[in-house]
């Protein structure tokens, strides 16, 4: 199977993808035999990937990784780049070849020290591979700082070296930055593709298929989450008897600190198991015994790490807070569809007695600045506002409407 079949819906994008992984082969097999390179290539040194949530950013770029590092012996006979199953397709996707380097973060931001580290490595040879390949899934996270030590390495590129970034748009890497690469835009897959896709490799019922890509209007791996996971379908049922809780404040303000425990409690069993299993590796490194004192000068280390979880945790309740957020707006989203007489297939059509309950209840108007005060919370808790605050001011909002 070639890498590019895990691109659901983006056939063009894979095949831009395809023609530059060829033209990299050729540049490298012209320069293992001494041979004239390609007049023209359409491959280049950085890569900018852009797409809305779930649209698959990260996967074109690792699909586009193993391309490049394919060592199948079918490239010889004339085949594509990208089979899939040889050693340095499987390894790229995986994320344990030696040349391929996958960035992804957890916090809030991504520094200068991170930084500096991925360029120092992006000067490096390929150890085993035809390239050295960075892949920085969240390009967007960069802090100013850090965007500036990475723009001197996209603007020099060691010869053998590939940058390939992921952000959901264009303005949110810095304008320096992305004049250097090359765009490609990502689009939402359709329903069906993403339901066929659930189906065809995850072995799920197609109507619980159907239901969860339709739920999440094409986001991938949120479609497959909220198939796979009862606790995930849930939180979801929760968050959409929302909308119905909030008739006076003291309900408002009830639905606000649920919705806050909720997401407190999905942070508080990622630390569970990740946290512990951090600590104990680290104070095995430094030569400490489980439940005993630290050998001196390792408190350091052990306050970077505790530093470090805390900033996850803020990070994993914002995130859990934010796909809470992104359900009501497609709730409301419905209910305005519903409303306008929209033909629009409905993304909650479980919930299709209380949206149009709550259609008839309301004036388009209405619905429109739920939707904006929904907006209105993301935009507060972007800005550090206590998780809270910010949530009590939106369930007011919507008793409002």
């Known amino acids: 199977m070639p890498v590019w079949d895990d691109l659901v819906g983006q056939e063009r994008v894979a095949a831009q993808l395809d023609a530059a992984a060829r033209d990299a082969d050729a540049l490298v097999t012209a320069n293992a035999t001494n041979a004239p390179p390609p007049e023209a290539s359409r491959m280049t040194h950085a890569w900018l990937f852009t797409g809305p949530p779930g649209a698959g950013r990260a996967t074109a770029a690792r699909a586009f990784a193993a391309a490049l590092q394919c060592v ?5 006979l004339g085949g594509a780049p990208g ?3 040889c050693d340095g397709c499987h390894t790229s996707l995986v994320g344990t070849h030696a040349d391929v380097e996958i960035v992804r973060t957890d916090l809030l931001s991504i520094g200068v020290k991170e930084t500096r580290e991925l360029v120092r490595r992006a000067q490096l ?17 960069l802090t100013e700082g850090a965007g500036n030590v990475l723009l001197k390495a996209v603007e020099e590129p060691a010869p053998r070296t590939v940058w390939l970034l992921c952000a959901p748009s264009l303005e949110d890497v810095l304008p320096t930055i992305r004049s250097r690469c090359r765009h490609l ?28 890509a339709r739920a999440t209007q094409g986001h991938i791996d949120r479609a497959r989450r909220l198939a796979t996971d009862p606790r995930a379908r849930a939180r979801r049922a929760a968050v959409l008897r929302l909308p119905l809780r909030v008739d006076d404040i003291g309900g408002c303000l009830k639905a606000a600190q649920e919705l806050i425990d909720t997401a407190a409690e999905d942070t508080k069993q990622l630390a569970e198991e990740v946290d512990t299993k951090e600590t104990e590796e680290l104070k095995a490194a430094l030569g400490g015994q489980s439940g005993g004192r630290m050998p001196r000068g390792t408190a350091g280390a052990m306050k970077e790490l505790e530093d470090r979880q805390k900033r996850r945790r803020t990070r994993t309740q914002r995130d859990s807070l934010d796909l809470a957020l992104t359900d009501l707006t497609g709730f409301y989203r419905d209910v305005l569809a519903l409303q306008l007489g929209s033909r629009v297939a409905l993304a909650n059509t479980e919930a299709q007695d209380t949206l149009e309950r709550l259609a008839r209840a309301a004036s388009p108007e209405a619905t429109l600045r739920r939707i904006e005060a929904i907006a209105a919370c993301r935009d507060a808790l ?12 939106m369930t007011m909002a919507l008793r409002a409407g």
Do not use: H, K, Y
């Open 125 to 141: 040879s390929p150890a085993v591979g035809r390239w050295q390949v960075i892949v920085l899934e969240d390009a967007d996270r």
């Open 72 to 76: 199948s012996p079918d490239r010889a």
């Open 185 to 212: 835009t990502l689009r939402t897959p359709a329903v069906e593709a993403v339901a066929d896709m659930l189906v065809r490799r995850d072995g799920i019922e197609p109507d619980v298929a159907a239901e969860a």
């Open 382 to 393: 972007d800005r550090n506002v206590a998780p809270l605050l910010a949530v009590e001011a």
């Open 83 to 85: 089979c899939g199953f």
